[in-house]
């Protein structure tokens, strides 16, 4: 969600992703076998949960780029994180 915010994907798309995390990995096997000895609460993606967390993002932060900031990441270290999504 933190990167998807800075890379200035939009809210409804950032919370449809992660609503459709579980359901895309419930199925696989090999998925489900790694992560079998933790509970599966931690793998639900209830789109609830997720607009609160970005609710609150915005409130205390404003934007993704401000919380980076406020993590210690410098203007340059963002911006480097930022070019890094989208070149190779």
Known sequence: MLLLGLADVQYTEIVDDYTLTYENIKDSKLIMDKVKEYPMELFLSNAQI??????????????????????????QEINHLKERMFYR
């Open 50 to 75: 997720i607009e609160t967390v970005m609710e609150y993002l915005y409130e205390k932060y404003g934007t993704f780029y401000n919380y980076f900031q406020e993590l210690g990441l410098s203007e």
